[in-house]
């Protein structure tokens, strides 16, 4: 390579790192001038930078996959409906179509040209999810679309600089939340308006007049480092299947993942139809979590761009709860959607590289979001009129999460989204903003799933409010039924709870009342453990005990560790206690292998 060359490496790697930045600052410009909790708390949200040809060239950091991945694909559309030959300085462009833009009405993604002296040179997009977009709320309790709130189409948001009036009026007159929604939409339009000046500077100082030449060096780079990826593991057909809660009965999430030679392929043949409930997922978030999920495991440190993303193929049967067709209700597509990144990493667990090595590969985690959605007021809980004379109208999102599977060679995350990367949103916020009060808001001890690595604890919150009134949850969870699983000899997670402080459980989805009274208790499933318990380094298990997160029981019973008054390990007695385990463990299989013969003759 000549020096020349080098330089000119190095100049497009400059120039690609410095694109990050850009984007990245519109992200935080979203988010700094956010006015909902799930913008500028939880973050969730999105930004990226498109060619004039709708490809993604670079992703902000900050963000959730749902999000960035379905948003890379809508841009296409928008193309569409818009060409670029079309588009003036000033205009900004807006939708929440659940199938073209990030598979609920929830999200909105607006996208804005780039201009660079009179041309269009690129795109930047961005997408946030509201608080309230009319309709039921968010919840999986409608049967179609149209219930689930208001559908703004592809359309201007801004034509020449000159925002459209109407809309903003007929959004504002259909939401419970006005000033939050419309807030986030004029966040959406400002952080985009950051990107293209920021790029401006960035091209005016390269000395570049269009991004050709950059985002072609991007592309070409990230697909051979995907190929290289890819070569390194080893062809074949790998299959997986989980089951999960479903509404109104369980799903199967059926997978095959081929590893071919330069790109991996996945299909979902044999997945659950579609619910009558609003749990189905668009394609576009299917594919967003499930590439998501892959990456993670074959490719995570290759930059998520259009290049990427195309290596990995999804394909789904038509008649499938993970390719949802109109009008078919969507509104909480994120508990299904959620969840396939587990199911790409029972595939994974099965790939080896070339040379024989296992793929690192976690355990099943909580995955699906346990957000607190309350709501008060007339019309919006079922209680007597007089009862809710004086009671407050109120609507709160607030962002909370299980337990992560343990890592290859590390203990599980507690309390953390994963997939979806959002943050715990604190509770002096969702007080803040209503008559909410939560009393209780801790780790669940025990939830994460035993394990050489240990995973991930859940939380335990409990909620009331301020009013003399009962409350409404709308319940989003999965995992109550079918708890997060562990690998290797790991053990499974806790399964979530959701029930009332008095003993009565409630149902995992649905809207549901809280009566005057009562505390509404929610216990979050932990994640799965990895390896054989009786192997987790006894002192561990001692600082496990001592931090709370195992008890003193589970230590003895399950890890077969003796622990003494001041939680310090009893090595004598951990040696006996592990012996018995084992031989106990041997002679349970041998039982169930006895069983199982006797079943089959």
Aim: hydrophobic share 40%.
């Amino acid at each position: 390579m000549t020096d020349t060359s080098i330089l000119s490496v190095i100049h497009y790697q400059v120039m690609w790192d410095r694109l990050i930045s850009v984007v990245e600052e519109q992200a935080q410009a979203l988010i700094r001038t956010g006015f909902s909790t799930s913008t500028r708390e939880a973050g969730d949200v999105s930004a990226g930078i498109f060619d004039t040809s709708g490809d993604m060239l670079a992703q902000a950091v900050t963000g959730t996959p749902g999000h960035v991945n379905s948003m890379a694909r809508a841009v296409t559309h928008f193309l569409d409906r818009f060409p670029v030959e079309t588009m003036k300085p000033g205009d900004v462009f807006i939708t929440n179509d659940p199938w073209k833009g990030t598979g609920h009405l929830h999200d909105f993604t607006v996208v804005t040209p780039a201009f660079f002296n009179g041309v269009c040179v690129g795109l930047f997009a961005c997408t946030c999810h509201v608080v309230d977009v009319g309709g039921r709320g968010i919840g999986p309790d409608g049967r179609q679309v149209y219930e689930e709130g208001i559908y703004i189409p592809l359309m201007y948001f801004a034509r020449e600089g000159k925002v459209d009036e109407t809309m903003i009026e007929i959004v504002r007159g259909n939401v419970r939340e006005p000033v939050q929604v419309i807030g986030d939409i004029y966040s959406l339009a400002a952080c985009n308006d950051i990107g293209c000046e920021r790029l401006v500077e960035m091209m005016s100082e390269f000395g570049i007049e269009t991004l050709d030449a950059l985002g072609e060096h991007i592309l070409d780079k990230t697909a051979r480092a995907m190929k290289e990826a890819i070569a390194d593991i080893a062809p074949g057909t790998f299959h997986n299947t989980m089951r999960v809660d479903g509404y109104e009965r369980p799903l199967d999430l059926v997978a095959a993942l081929t590893v071919h030679e330069d790109h991996i392929s996945v299909d979902f043949e044999g997945t659950s139809a579609p619910s009558p409930f609003g749990i189905n997922v668009p394609f576009c978030y299917t594919e967003a979590y499930a590439t998501f999920g892959v990456k993670c495991v074959v490719a995570p440190k290759v930059p998520n761009n259009a290049a990427s993303l195309a290596a990995i193929r999804i394909s789904t049967p038509e008649n499938c709860i993970l390719n949802a067709k109109h009008p078919l209700p969507v509104a909480t597509r994120h508990i299904t959607g959620q969840l396939l990144p587990d199911v790409m990493f029972g595939c994974l667990s099965q790939v080896r590289t070339q040379a024989g090595e296992p793929l690192a590969v976690p355990a099943e985690g909580s995955s699906c979001l346990w957000n607190l959605f309350a709501m008060g007021g007339a019309g919006r809980v079922d209680a007597e009129p007089e009862r809710l004379a004086n009671a407050r109208a109120f609507n709160v999102m607030s962002f909370h999460s299980g337990g992560a599977g343990a890592r290859a060679g590390k203990d599980g995350l507690s309390a953390t989204a994963f997939p979806s990367g959002v943050r715990n949103v604190p509770i002096e916020i969702t007080e803040a903003g209503s008559p909410i009060i939560v009393w209780r808001k801790e780790f669940r001890t025990d939830s994460g799933g035993a394990g050489y690595h240990r995973g991930g604890l859940g939380q335990v919150m409990e909620v009331d409010t301020l009013d003399t009134a009962p409350f409404a949850v709308s319940a989003n969870y999965d995992r109550v039924l079918f708890p997060p699983r562990g690998r290797d000899g790991g053990h499974d997670g806790a399964a979530g709870v959701v029930r009332l402080k008095s003993g009565e459980h409630l149902r995992g989805k649905g809207q549901q009342t809280v009566p005057y009274g009562e505390r509404l208790l929610i216990e979050m499933p932990g994640g799965g453990g990895i390896g054989d318990p009786l192997q987790r380094p006894a002192e561990m298990v001692a600082k496990d005990v001592r931090e709370g997160m195992v008890s003193a029981e589970k230590a003895r019973s399950v890890y077969g560790v003796a622990l003494d008054d001041a939680h310090a390990v009893i090595a004598d007695q951990t040696e006996i206690l592990r012996k018995q385990l084992r031989a106990k463990l041997k002679q349970d299989a041998a039982e169930d292998r006895s069983v199982q013969m006797e079943t089959s003759t």
